[in-house]
C-alpha cells in the first residue's frame, strides 16, 4: 500500500563570521539625525538581513527536519551536524520514492528541496540519483503548493502562502513565521514545525 509522508525543513542563518558583511550603506535613512535613531535603524535593518539570511542556501543551513506520515506520528530530526542532517534527509526521501511512496511538502519544489540538494553540494555530498527525472523532481515528490496555484504563476499577494491557505480552509493556524525559527528555543522550534507538519497533513487530506 503506498504510503503518504508530508516533510519539512526549517533553516537558519550561517554563522554571521561565515557571512559576507552588512552593508550599513545600503539602508535608507531618511531624513533622520539623530545618532541614536539612526544606529536603531541600523540595527534594525541588521537584524531583518541576517534573519533573511537564512532563506538561501548560500548564507543558511539546515537546523531541523520534520516527517508525519497521514495518520501517524511526527518525528522531528534536530542532527546539529549539517552535513549528515542534510545526508539522511535526502537519503529518506530516496527510499521513499524508490518504495512507491509519496513525499509531500509546502513549496518544496521552490525551497526545500533546492536547499537541501544546494546544501549537500556545499559538503560535498552525493545526492541521490531517485530525487530527480531530467529537469522535474521525481513524480513521487508532491509540491502542495503547486497543486494549490493550478498553474497560476503570479497569485494575488496573501493568497498562497501555507498560513493564508489553512486560514481560509479553516485548518490550523501556523504557530509563527518562519524568518522568526532562528531565535525560537527548542521547544518552541519543535512545537512550530510539528504545527507546521500538522496542517500539511490537513492540507493533503482536503486536497487528496
Not at 518525528?75 to 524508490?98: C, K, S
Not at 503570479?154 to 480552509?169: E, V
Request: with cysteine.
Amino acid at each position: 500500500m503506498q504510503r503518504v509522508i508530508v516533510f519539512d525543513i526549517e533553516t537558519v542563518p550561517l554563522d554571521p563570521a561565515l557571512l559576507p558583511p552588512f552593508d550599513e550603506s545600503q539602508v535608507l535613512i531618511g531624513n533622520l539625525k539623530d545618532p541614536d535613531k539612526i544606529r536603531a535603524k541600523l540595527d534594525t535593518a541588521k537584524a531583518e538581513w541576517l534573519a533573511g539570511a537564512a532563506l538561501s542556501p548560500m548564507t543558511g543551513s539546515v537546523a531541523m527536519v520534520g516527517w508525519k506520515e497521514v495518520g501517524g506520528k511526527t518525528e522531528l530530526d534536530t542532527n546539529e551536524n549539517e552535513a549528515e542532517l542534510v545526508a539522511g534527509t535526502l537519503q529518506t526521501i530516496a527510499e521513499h520514492i524508490t518504495a512507491g511512496n509519496i513525499v509531500a511538502g509546502f513549496n518544496c519544489y521552490s525551497f526545500d528541496m533546492p536547499f537541501l540538494v544546494r546544501r549537500a553540494w556545499q559538503h560535498s555530498l552525493k545526492v541521490p540519483w531517485a530525487l530527480r527525472q531530467g529537469r522535474y523532481w521525481a513524480k513521487e515528490i508532491v509540491d502542495l503548493r503547486e497543486e494549490w496555484l493550478m498553474g497560476e504563476r503570479q497569485p494575488t499577494k496573501g493568497t498562497s502562502s501555507l498560513d493564508s491557505i489553512a486560514r481560509f480552509l479553516g485548518l490550523p493556524e501556523k504557530l509563527g513565521k518562519g524568518v522568526d525559527f532562528a531565535g525560537m528555543d527548542m521547544d518552541t522550534r519543535k512545537a512550530y514545525l510539528t504545527r507546521d507538519l500538522e496542517i500539511t497533513e490537513a492540507l493533503w487530506g482536503r486536497m487528496h
